[in-house]
């Protein structure tokens, strides 16, 4: 057993399931936000019940995103020691970064969303929803910064095999991190949004009708149409980005074996690396010139001019087209339920049981574009400073392959908990309906800010 493979198989599992929390969380803070100043404008309860059916979902995806994330600090020292020996001296201060600036103050305000509702004046509370939503962003800024650094790295020397800042500006904003950032910033947004609109559609099929799902649904069917024609732009920028800074990246994407004009946009094939070819290939003819230079002649990059230098091209090429397939459903699903909630203010009952699967449909394009970023970074694990296989720690594969085996066994477990934990919250908000009192109201009076708040 290979300890390269299965290590990076290893950390490829760790954070495949760490992403899907902070995909949560970085969103959802600022949707939270939405609702208590909605409540905060209109005295309405309705805001504030769906404030609270989702400010639990927050704390339990907040809470699976920092144990996750724990595992994969332990494994820079266990499986790649050689990381942090070449470019701790950057990679350090980042994410010492993230958690000086961002994982305190969400943490520390946490607490008073989950429990200070009437315990705290409402300016206070309003306060808390801003500092944590702000400090999800702020560490998504951070970790960002430090992808797009190994993917495109700046400002710093080499001194004894050794990574040292000479530019902290040009490290943080490195060529690629503010396309990497929005494109993960919108990512996160729509996630949220399919996730609100999914399990608010679940509850609309179970008959409710209540004032606090229909303001749960509305926000997230109308958030995703609207970010969805923003993430095709952003990503289309992203994409001509990586053209000019990562070439074979691009063409793994494309599955483009030879550098020309007139290259087709390869639909579906089963690239063939060992004969450098596509099978069964369907393409738009001229297609990649036009989508990455704009031009039918445009010249595209092919696999060919970087012999022993390019990614492995299925995965990268399927990882990018399960991403975008996953978009266009995206657009087409939360556009209809636009349509049908702006026209007719009810849903099809067929649309309403296609949003209940597309609930994780967000995760389904995340992880997808993930992998089509972090694999076709190869064989580098810091772009042209560091190989992925010269940071591999000297561990026993059958050591890596046992772990590997318990963290896939236990990740599938908390899954399948964690779903079924936000199936129950939907299910126990559509049986409530708004009849529920407000945490902290012990009538319909104090349902109202305060005076002055």
Do not use: C
């Amino acid at each position: 057993m290979d300890p390269l493979i299965l290590s990076r198989i290893q950390f490829g599992a760790n954070i495949s399931f760490h992403i899907l929390f902070p995909a949560i969380t970085i969103a959802l803070g600022w949707v939270l936000l939405f609702f208590k100043l909605r409540y905060n404008r209109t005295g309405d309860s309705a805001w504030m019940r769906a404030y609270f059916t989702w400010v639990k979902v927050f704390a339990l995806s907040f809470a699976m995103g920092v144990v996750s994330g724990v595992t994969m600090s332990f494994q820079f020292g266990t499986n790649w020691p050689g990381y942090m020996e070449t470019v701790g001296n950057i990679a350090g201060p980042l994410l010492a970064y993230e958690i000086l600036t961002a994982f305190f103050l969400e943490a520390a305000f946490l607490g008073i969303m989950l429990f200070g509702f009437r315990r705290v004046s409402n300016r206070i509370h309003t306060l808390a929803t801003v500092l944590v939503a702000g400090g999800t962003t702020v560490s998504a800024f951070w970790i960002i910064a430090l992808n797009s650094w190994m993917q495109t790295p700046a400002g710093f020397e080499m001194r004894d095999g050794k990574a040292h800042a000479v530019d902290w500006w040009a490290i943080v904003f490195n060529p690629s991190m503010p396309y990497r950032l929005v494109h993960m910033l919108l990512a996160s947004g729509l996630t949220v949004s399919f996730l609100i609109a999914g399990l608010s559609a679940l509850r609309y099929l179970t008959g409710d009708r209540s004032e606090s799902m229909w303001k749960a649904l509305r926000t997230g069917v109308f958030t995703a149409a609207i970010l969805i024609p923003i993430q095709i732009f952003a990503g289309d920028q992203h994409g001509l980005n990586t053209l000019e800074h990562q070439p074979q990246k691009v063409a793994a994407m494309e599955a483009n074996w030879n550098t020309g004009p007139n290259v087709p946009l390869v639909l579906f094939a089963l690239p063939d690396e060992a004969a450098r070819e596509n099978k069964f290939e369907v393409a738009i003819p001229d297609g990649a010139s036009l989508v990455l230079r704009h031009s039918t002649s445009g010249v595209v990059p092919g696999l060919n001019d970087y012999p022993g230098n390019h990614p492995p091209v299925f995965p990268v090429f399927w990882g990018f087209r399960i991403m975008v397939g996953t978009g266009i459903l995206m657009l087409i699903v939360s556009w209809s339920a636009a349509f049908f909630l702006k026209r007719r203010h009810s849903l099809p009952r067929p649309l309403a049981l296609l949003m209940v699967p597309m609930t994780i449909s967000g995760w389904v394009a995340t992880l997808a574009g993930w992998y089509t970023t972090e694999i076709g970074r190869q064989p580098w694990l810091v772009t042209g400073v560091l190989k992925t296989a010269d940071a591999v720690g000297p561990v026993a594969g059958s050591h890596v392959a046992l772990t590997l085996a318990i963290y896939l066994v236990l990740y599938l477990a908390l899954l399948i908990a964690y779903l079924g934990v936000l199936v129950h919250l939907a299910l126990k908000a559509a049986k409530d309906g708004d009849a529920s009192p407000l945490p902290g109201v012990m009538n319909a009076a104090m349902s109202q800010p305060a005076a002055g708040e």
